[in-house]
């Protein structure tokens, strides 16, 4: 990838993210690949071509004007509701048949799958057994199409365990399959990779449960893709990189903030492979308060790094 669009994937990332407009300065410093010294006006002549070539490609970016030190300068930002593809108004049948086209075709592109699993949610009850039975992709994902659709409770193992879930959704993202739903043996609202799933998946009864109204986003953050006993992180980060930070979680994982700029952050963890991930993208600039276990986790892995 070039430098240009990495520079222009990162710069749309920062946009969609922020819940604020985000002047040029705060830009440079958040997105890679912008000149560091601006005394020719280089940085900003990079990001006008920047600001130009998203509004060529349909990105909706709004200015509007943010007070900065008694002085008004501009602010960038792109609303979600305006980037995201809206919904075409799709019957059952149609809306079914796109979204086994999607799995047939096991598309790798993270944005266009996500795009179409956008168009709605599951399909009315299956029809037969013919339409899903040919397609070629990774086991458990046809038998759970089915679930979802006739409502019908599935159990599978996962991680060791044997596992009782009231599908709800099924969304691929980031290169995996996975299955929204609630666990009924935690009592709990989970999320499961399919690639992780241990042997065949088997069928309850159709129409069991009734599916919520309303479901949360697709995917959660890495750091809750997990199965295991959640845990609840608090997470300090330094005034440098605590408006990333606070853009990138929300305001409401905010648990403090302090006098010199940093700020405490509280995130559930089912997964501290990916938390740990999390943590060291802030290299110097994050710290782990608690829970003890959790933080001697990454110091343990730390150490075994510099051995």
């Known amino acids: 990838m070039s430098s240009r669009l990495e520079r222009l994937f990162n710069l749309t990332a920062a946009l969609l993210s922020t819940s604020r407009p985000l002047t040029r300065e705060e830009l440079h410093e958040r997105v890679p690949g912008y000149p560091s010294d601006d005394a020719k006006g ?17 990105i909706p970016l709004l200015v509007e004007e943010v007070e900065r030190e008694h002085t008004v300068v501009e602010g960038y930002r792109i609303p979600r509701d305006e980037y995201a593809l809206r919904d075409p108004g799709l ?5 079914a048949a796109l979204q086994l086209a999607t799995a047939a075709v096991r598309l790798e592109g993270l944005r266009a799958t996500d795009a179409l699993w956008k168009l709605g949610g599951a399909p009315a009850a299956a029809t037969g057994d013919e339409a899903v039975t040919a397609i070629p992709t990774i086991p458990g994902l046809v038998p759970l199409f089915v679930a979802v659709s006739e409502r019908r409770v599935v159990s599978f193992g996962y991680r060791g365990e044997l596992r009782h879930v009231e599908p709800h959704r099924l969304s691929f993202a980031r290169g995996h399959w996975y299955l929204d739903g609630h666990d009924q043996d935690r009592r709990a609202a989970r999320q499961f990779r399919l690639d992780r799933l241990d042997g065949a998946v088997h069928h309850g009864p159709p129409g069991a449960f009734e599916r919520p109204a309303s479901l949360p986003a697709a995917h959660a953050p890495p750091w809750q893709l997990g199965g295991e006993s959640p845990v609840d992180a608090r997470l300090r980060i330094d005034a440098d990189l605590a408006g990333w930070g606070v853009d990138h979680l929300g305001a409401g994982a905010v648990a403090a903030s302090h006098p010199d700029g940093s700020v405490d952050v509280r995130l559930t963890v089912t997964n501290r492979e990916a938390f740990r991930s999390f943590v060291l993208g802030f290299l110097d600039h994050a710290e782990v308060l608690e829970p003890p276990e959790l933080r001697g986790d990454i110091v343990s892995w730390l150490e075994v790094l510099a051995g």
């Open 42 to 58: 280089s940085a900003r002549r990079a990001f006008e071509r920047d600001k130009e070539a998203l509004r060529e490609m349909g």
């Open 91 to 95: 019957e059952a049948d149609e809306l």
